[in-house]
């Protein structure tokens, strides 16, 4: 049994990369929210920054500048990164749809194949194309930090980036495969992966901070697991840079200056003004949502057999 999942899952695998057009969509908002960044958001990101120290009486030398532009160049790739884990499961979640249009589902359900077999392989190919893209992705990301001076990482922080895309994958795919079991036109999860893939860099505060939103906006993103990857990330990624901002400025305002930053750049967030969730909360919500949608994905599955 485990030979035949560990078949179908590579066939369904090598469907989704054979469709370069597939793969390249599920690259595009990460490569959306590059090309921003390096063609105007990143300068204006850098000189509100500076500007702001100005009006604060620090004068910014060529050191603090180096160093808010790593921290910017942090924020940016938590936001290319976290995209990643849901466009790549989205499109990877094409696979169901074009079996189902074309009848291969129907003859799975024909063959002595056991019906919960091909459910649970789409999602393991699901997950396997969101943890080896979403990891050449993070790879990508922490070369940038490295070639371009921006490094602050340590090694748990590295180890703790990984840790986090496997938990935002697993929490992705299985909300995904819940609610695109649901569709059966390919036209339908186009507008779904054309919707999604538009929003999503908004939603999780990759274009810009999420507190530059309205406050019903930002508590609407406390409901969307990609906003708690997004904010673990930002604090294994950006709290190094984060630190030595501040170690580059004068000591009264230093320390306030990165925790004005912490908060505007959502490294931790305010639930409804009644707590604030910090890392291993975040942790905890994504992992709930795993086990949630993954409950639910066993329960349509069941009601679909009937």
């Known amino acids: 049994m485990m030979y035949a999942l560990a078949r179908l899952t590579a066939r369904n695998w090598k469907v989704f990369v054979k469709d370069r057009a597939n793969v390249f969509f599920a690259l595009l908002a990460p490569l959306i929210v590059l090309a921003l960044y390096v063609l105007f958001l990143g300068r ?3 000189d509100g920054l500076l500007a702001s120290l100005e009006e604060a009486g620090v004068v910014p030398s060529a050191e603090t500048e180096d160093a808010v532009r790593a921290f910017c160049d942090s924020w940016m790739l938590v936001g290319t990164v976290s995209c990643a884990c849901i466009t790549v499961p989205l499109c990877a979640c094409g696979i169901m749809i074009t079996d189902k249009s074309r009848g291969i589902s129907a003859d799975y359900l024909a063959s002595p194949l056991p019906r919960w077999l091909p459910a649970v392989s789409y999602f393991c190919a699901v997950v396997f194309a969101g943890l080896l893209i979403g990891g050449i992705v993070l790879a990508v990301c922490l070369v940038w930090l490295a070639v371009t001076g921006g490094w602050y990482l340590t090694a748990l922080d590295v180890l703790g980036c990984v840790g986090t895309l496997v938990l935002s994958v697993l929490a992705s795919s299985t909300l995904l495969v819940f609610v695109v079991g649901f569709f059966r ?8 992966n054309v919707i999604l893939g538009t929003v999503v860099g908004f939603l999780i505060g ?6 530059y939103f309205p406050k019903g906006v930002q508590y609407f993103t406390l409901f969307i697991p990609g906003t708690y990857s997004a904010g673990l990330f930002r604090n294994f990624m950006m709290q190094g840079a984060l630190e030595n901002v501040a170690a580059t400025l004068p000591a009264p305002v230093g320390e306030p200056f990165a925790d004005a930053l912490a908060e505007q750049f959502s490294m931790t967030f305010d639930f409804f003004g009644a707590a604030t969730v910090e890392p291993p909360v975040m942790a905890a919500v994504l992992a709930g949502a795993f086990l ?7 329960l349509a599955a069941a009601l679909r057999r009937k």
Request: contains cysteine; glycine residues 12%; proline residues 4%.
């Open 44 to 46: 204006i990101q850098v």
């Open 185 to 192: 036109s390919q036209g339908a999860f186009t507008g779904l």
């Open 206 to 211: 990759a274009y810009m901070p999420v507190t």
């Open 292 to 298: 949630l949608f993954g409950l639910l994905c066993l």
